[in-house]
């Protein structure tokens, strides 16, 4: 039977109208200005499309993913789908999310309407905040896995009442309940929570309403058991996965325990960590919410002051009339929903506690209708009714659910589309300076060869520099310009381009010479190749392919006892560099699996015995970016003993692999291994 059929004829063409204009403005939301907000790629969206969904494209189908602490499979594997069909870009990265979030803003309308049958406006109110909100938005727009959770919550919790509604009927009219259940178990972690609501619900008709469960408590058992059967190949892979590695963030169900620290707390008696974690997490909606730029702008609360006051007006008109089954039902939901981030860190985290998302909205809009209905009835109760009153009293009611409607949704759109994408730190953490460079390169097609400064953690800003540029002939060489600096092959021309962060070492920025701003926050340079001559070295071939051609110190005058020196190496790549296969590994990485780099510097400071000094090994280069006939250079930075020595130092370098700590051999003129370390004399002693 349709939900609609109640309603007369006009009615309900305006409510199918409102419906399709509520989606519009909920699709509509979550898709424009993909490539501007978020302002770029973060790390976790990199190791969900590069690290797993991959997987399944390349042949996998895993039930549960080891790496990155721990993830179930479902979001995905839908991704792959859709990147199978869409290519790696900014819409197929985000279009899924974007899917799911407004088929959230559409189920939470069906669901108020199933819970509260003649309360179209308190549907149509909780929906639409929801499809505007700052949260809902968040997740609708970034390529994270939480958002596929809020949809299966409210399909089951919809079927689930149109079960509880209906005739008894057969117990098998229960199996979609169980089927949708058991899925959702396979979206994310917070899922575990949905089962638990549904139990506690159960037991509270079972106490007070037990004819509600007479001829259905079968089917619930039926919905049960379906689940169980849905998710044991799931549960079972976890529980195999487990191990005491979990502690250290490594494996299946990692991520519970890296963030439980309220929970280990009360473990050793102190209880002052979640009393504080539960209280912050309670003032998410009205005092400060999620601490974190990632999906906040940190301290902001979901509300303003009367969305905030509204919630907790729709909490305690639930405790009022908890013996409904259908206002209880809205605590249970919001208390478990909340209670992830009661037990982790951070508290009032926006993501962690995504199952309480659609109740957080359906609160206020009931409390507005609510007293809205009380005092209408009040007023035509009253013995002092005057013409116009109840027509005055209509109008109030109308402008305040305009206004809490109308300034949350001003506030939250502002705030995500204009405010938080132009924070320093959210452009950090979503690395917009690359997404500017990609830009700029795609408008010059003279740029071909780049030099692109970069943090160099791991391979994510290479793989985000490849999605967002979109022509086929750049070629970026990555280097941290703390410590490196790379030259192109083009090195007279404008080719490097260095982001706002990380800053320049002095001695990198003296081979600079600014060319032009790309944007307020990424400038491109022109490199001076002018090295020193006093190389303290021969220049020194190497195995893999590449070559030391210059070593010499920096500064001027004899370093004093206790200083740090810096050393600046000069290479050249030869040939293609010999590298062993570096496939893309989700961070943390799966068990037992390297998740580090394959070639690096190792560069000892050596007292006259040979014993160590100190040692900075590194390559702040990514050399799976380098191409034959580049060069680089790179410090070394070393702390000199306290006290003085009489006898001269030595620094002792090479190439080797990280991962099986094997030196690269030198060559000598005819090309035949001759040793696995160059030695640097140190020059003149303090």
């Known amino acids: 039977m349709s939900l609609l059929s109640t309603s007369a004829p006009a009615a309900r063409h305006r409510e199918w109208a409102f419906i399709v204009a509520l989606l519009l403005l909920a699709w509509g939301l979550r898709l424009c200005c993909l490539e501007e907000v978020p302002p770029g790629w973060r790390d976790d969206e990199l190791i969900n499309i590069h690290a797993l969904s991959s997987r399944v494209l390349d042949g996998e189908l895993p039930i549960y993913y080891l790496g990155a ?111 949708l259940l058991g899925a959702s178990l396979y979206t994310y972690t917070a899922s575990r929570l949905l089962p638990v609501l549904l139990f506690v619900f159960s037991g509270y008709l079972a106490l007070f309403h037990r004819q509600r469960l007479r001829g259905r408590w079968r089917g619930i058992l039926v919905a049960l058991l379906v689940m169980v059967m849905v998710v044991s190949p799931l549960a079972g892979t976890i529980v195999q996965g487990r191990s005491r590695r979990a502690i250290e963030g490594i ?112 609160l206020p809009a009931l409390a507005l209708f609510e007293i809205a209905r009380g005092l209408h009835a009040n007023r035509r109760r009253s013995m002092k009714v005057v013409a116009g009153s109840v027509s005055l009293l209509g109008l109030a009611i109308g402008v305040v659910v305009a206004l809490f409607a109308v300034s949350n949704t001003a506030r939250d759109v502002r705030d995500y589309f204009v405010v938080w994408p132009q924070r320093g730190m959210v452009r950090f953490l979503y690395r917009a300076d690359q997404r ?39 070629v970026p060489r990555l280097f941290n310009p703390e410590r490196a600096l790379v030259w192109t092959p083009a090195n007279q021309h404008p080719s490097v381009f260095l982001p706002s962060w990380p800053d320049s070492a002095e001695a990198i920025e003296a081979f600079l010479e600014p060319n032009r701003d790309v944007s307020a926050h990424v400038t491109l340079y022109t490199p001076s190749v002018a090295l020193e001559s006093r190389s303290l070295i021969s220049e020194t071939a190497f195995a893999n392919g590449l070559t030391l051609s210059h070593a010499y110190w920096l ?53 006259v015995d040979g014993g160590v000094l100190d040692v900075d090994d590194g390559l702040w280069v990514d050399p799976l970016t380098l191409q034959p006939g ?57």
């Not at 990280?658 to 030196?663: A, I, S």
């Open 69 to 179: 602490s721990g993830h179930e499979p479902l979001y995905h594997h839908l991704h792959a789908a859709v990147h199978a069909a869409l290519g790696f870009n900014v819409l197929s990265g985000h279009i899924l999310s974007v899917a799911f979030g407004t088929l959230s803003v559409a189920l939470t309308y069906t669901l108020v309407r199933r819970l509260f049958p003649d309360r179209r406006a308190t549907a149509a109110v909780a929906a639409l905040t929801l499809s505007t909100s700052f949260w809902s938005l968040m997740y609708s727009r970034t390529a994270i896995r939480h958002i596929s959770l809020p949809p299966f919550v409210l399909a089951t919790l919809y079927l689930f009442w149109r079960r509880l509604d209906g005739d008894a009927g057969t117990p098998w009219r229960w199996i979609p309940v169980g089927l």
């Open 251 to 362: 494996g299946a169900d990692a991520r519970v325990t890296e963030l439980a620290a309220p929970l280990r707390a009360v473990q050793d008696g102190e209880f002052g960590p979640l009393v504080i974690s539960v209280v912050k997490t309670l003032g998410m909606f009205h005092a400060s919410g999620d601490p974190e730029w990632l999906y906040n702008i940190p301290g902001r609360p979901v509300f303003n002051l009367l969305g905030g006051v509204l919630l907790w007006i729709g909490v305690g008109l639930c405790l009022y009339r908890w013996r409904e089954p259908r206002y209880f039902f809205l605590l249970p939901w919001l208390g478990l929903g909340l209670s992830p981030a009661f037990v982790s860190t951070p508290p009032a985290s926006l993501g962690h506690t995504i199952v309480a998302q659609p109740v957080a909205y359906i």
């Open 436 to 474: 500017d460079l990609a830009d700029f390169v795609d408008a010059h097609p003279e740029l071909t060869d780049v030099a692109v400064g970069s943090g160099l953690r791991g391979p994510w800003d290479r793989i985000a520099l490849q999605v967002d540029t979109e022509r086929e002939n750049v």
């Open 555 to 607: 500064g001027e005058g004899d370093p004093m006892p206790g200083q740090e020196v810096e050393l600046l190496t000069a290479w050249r790549v030869s040939q293609r560099l010999k590298l062993p296969s570096l496939p893309i590994v989700a961070q943390p990485p799966p068990p037992k699996t390297y998740a580090g780099p394959r070639l690096a510097v190792f560069a000892h400071l050596l007292d």
């Open 630 to 686: 580049d060069r680089f250079v790179q410090l070394h930075r070393f702390a000199l003993p306290s006290a003085p020595s009489a006898e001269p130092y030595t620094l002792r370098l090479g190439l080797y692999d990280p991962k099986t700590n094997q030196r690269w051999d030198t060559l000598g003129a005819g090309g035949e291994p001759e040793a696995d370390v160059v030695y640097v004399p140190f020059g003149e002693q303090p």
